[in-house]
Each structure stands twice: as structure tokens, then as C-alpha cells.
């Protein structure tokens, strides 16, 4: 099916590690995002990216960083986990003023 | 700077019953959208329905139906003839112009609707 695909689902990492979230799309969208969801919060935005080749900050990108590697993927690294990290990842495409489409969610906890 | 405002944390309906979710917005800017988000307890998030500053009609997607009201700036969800697979977390979003070419999707903090018997 078309849409957003994010890996891994799950991930457990230890305080100080790394790991990168990915995600692809194949709807041929210009922009692509990461957000996180922690309770009572909403979604909030972590990084973002107009198009291939251009990656900006969004409200809450301390600990992280991004790569545009293509029109297709977006990954998000966390170069150093801190506990405050765990929560919901959740990446997203759109283009134009059509409604994003989500990916299905990665649910990370640094312990 | 935008905001969403969800003021009601949880909303309990009988089914078949009508509900409405609130939302509230803050924006300088004159064109935007409105959107609205279903989240089931599996996770994923679902797009339900979308409403442009500019649109003078209500949208309308099946048993969901956007109440604007661009003078108190309001876009309240209705959803009719509730049923029990509608029991969810509701997030109301709104899109701005951002940086560049980029728009910005922000969220309120969700309405969990519990549907009962």
C-alpha cells in the first residue's frame, strides 16, 4: 500500500546510545517531517524538510538531527539517548495543502 | 505565533448518539487549514476531514462534518450517529505557511471520546 513506512515499530536503548529512526514515502510529496507524542501534548515538531536536499528545525529539535537522503527518505538520529527521549516517533509527508499522511509510529524508551 | 486549543480532555457519548469536539485557534496569518486527526488505541493516525480558511461551506465527509467559524475561530468536529469503532483520541491540527516553500502542521493536545453502549 501506498503511504509512510517507519522502522523499527519498537526500540528499547540504553541512556548514551544512538539510533536512527527511518522513513520512507512513495507518494512523491516535497515535504517530510518527524514529530514526537509524549502524553497530554499533542504532537510537536521535532525537524522537517521543504524538499530533497533541505532539513530545518521545528519546536523541539535538541538531542536530535535529520537526514533528507532522497525525495523518498527522511531519518531522524539520536546521537546520545537521554530518558527524556522516550515517546511516540511519528513521521509525516505532504504536499500542497492536503491533509499529511502518517507513518504508523515508532515507539522508543530510553531507560 | 499559532495555537490549538482542545479544551475538553475527554468526551463520553452513547452510540448512535451525536457528539461534538471543541477546538479553538490562534492565527495571524489569512490563509490556513484546518484539520482533524482520529488516533485508535492502535496508534496510527487518521485523517477525517479538512477545512480551508477561504471555504465558505462547512466540509463534510461522511458521518464527520466541520463546524467553522471563522469569527471566533473555531472548527469544531461533529460526528453523527456515533458508533463504538469511533472511540479514539481526536486531534484537532492546524497548517500555516512555515519557513520557504515548508507549511507547519501543529497540533492540540486531543480529545479522548469513549463511545458506550
Known amino acids: 500500500n501506498a503511504g509512510v513506512t517507519q522502522t523499527p515499530k519498537f526500540q528499547v536503548l540504553k541512556t548514551g546510545q544512538s539510533m536512527t529512526l527511518q522513513c520512507a514515502q512513495d507518494?512523491?510529496?516535497?515535504?517530510m517531517y518527524w514529530y514526537r507524542q509524549d502524553p497530554g501534548m499533542g504532537l510537536r515538531l521535532i525537524y522537517y524538510s521543504a524538499s530533497e536536499g533541505t532539513t530545518d528545525k521545528g519546536e523541539v529539535p535538541n538531542g536530535y538531527n535529520v537526514s533528507r537522503l532522497n525525495k523518498r527518505e527522511f531519518s531522524l538520529r539520536l546521537e546520545s539517548a537521554a530518558p527524556s527521549q522516550t515517546s511516540v516517533y511519528f513521521c509525516?509527508?505532504?504536499?500542497?495543502?492536503?491533509?499529511?499522511?502518517f507513518g504508523s509510529g515508532t515507539r522508543l524508551t530510553v531507560v | 505565533a499559532q495555537k490549538i486549543t482542545q479544551t475538553q480532555p475527554g468526551m463520553f457519548v452513547q452510540e448512535k448518539e451525536a457528539v461534538t469536539l471543541d477546538c479553538t485557534y490562534d492565527t495571524s496569518d489569512q490563509s490556513y487549514g484546518l484539520f482533524w486527526y482520529k488516533q485508535p488505541s492502535s496508534g496510527e493516525m487518521i485523517f477525517l476531514i479538512y477545512q480551508g480558511s477561504y471555504d465558505e461551506q462547512n466540509a463534510t465527509e461522511g458521518r464527520y462534518s466541520l463546524n467553522f467559524q471563522k469569527a471566533r475561530k473555531s472548527a469544531n468536529l461533529v460526528i453523527s450517529a456515533s458508533q463504538l469503532g469511533d472511540s479514539a483520541m481526536y486531534f484537532c491540527?492546524?497548517?500555516?505557511?512555515?519557513?520557504?516553500?515548508?507549511?507547519?502542521?501543529?497540533f492540540g493536545t486531543g480529545t479522548r471520546l469513549q463511545v458506550t453502549l
Open positions: 491540527a492546524m497548517r500555516v505557511p512555515y519557513t520557504g516553500t515548508a507549511s507547519k502542521l501543529t
Open positions: 507518494m512523491n510529496h516535497n515535504s
Open positions: 509525516a509527508s505532504g504536499q500542497g495543502w492536503s491533509g499529511y499522511t
